[in-house]
């Protein structure tokens, strides 16, 4: 299925759900943590986008039924916790190689979807290479150009015509880059001022598929 026929699937089968719980909106959203008028959208025939990964698995865990069924991936509506969280929520290990089949297979099933990205640090695709060799001079003597290797897969994946890519970090992180803080202490001043130069020309060549939002870290995680 395409985009638009996973969203409208999951729209009739949220529906349907919903209908199941004998619960108005008001109730099945106060369930799941959500407003009203969030669900209301979800529900909207004008929505063209699905809900964050962690709601879609609330609406699976409330309802009982499998995440795959309610994306119109599966006819089996039914699927153990672990099951469940497993299909919806994939946690890769830090450690794999950048180029390597699970990257191509984040990519090829992120196509057509927005991809929503939280980096502990600067992010991957907009680091140049001064400032990944920087990163990880302590590694793994390989680790610098694999991680290089990641950076500009990323990158050439964002510039294809149907990516959707929203990065948020926090404004602190930033700033202690641009200062030299933490990790960066010993990263010289004028690879800093390229990296943020970088950073510019990237969100303004790619701007809007790829947006970076910065958010108070003293006040919200993202």
Request: with cysteine.
């Amino acid at each position: 299925m395409n985009r638009t026929e996973t969203v409208e699937t999951f729209r009739q089968r949220l529906s349907e759900v919903i209908e199941r719980a004998g619960l108005n909106r008001s109730a099945f959203a106060a369930e799941l943590g959500l407003d009203r008028s969030t669900l209301s959208q979800l529900l909207s025939p004008g929505n063209d986008r699905l809900p964050r990964a962690e709601t879609i698995v609330a609406i699976a865990r409330l309802a009982q039924v499998s995440v795959d069924w309610l994306l119109g991936l599966s006819q089996d509506e039914q699927q153990s916790g672990a099951q469940l969280l497993e299909n919806a929520l994939q946690i890769e290990s830090a450690a794999g190689l950048p180029a390597d089949e699970r990257l191509q297979q984040w990519h090829a099933e992120a196509s057509g979807y927005k991809i929503r990205y939280v980096p502990m640090s600067l992010p991957d695709l907009l680091k140049t290479q001064a400032v990944i060799s920087h990163e990880y001079r302590l590694s793994d003597q390989r680790l610098p150009a694999l991680r290089l290797e990641q950076s500009e897969a990323r990158l050439a994946y964002s510039r294809r015509s149907e990516t959707d890519f929203e990065i948020c970090s926090s404004l602190q992180s930033v700033v202690g880059f641009a200062r030299g803080e933490g990790i960066w202490r010993d990263l010289p001043v004028k690879a800093r001022r390229e990296q943020l130069a970088h950073i510019s020309q990237l969100l303004e060549e790619l701007y809007p598929s790829l947006r970076w939002f910065l958010f108070d870290g003293r006040r919200q995680f993202s």
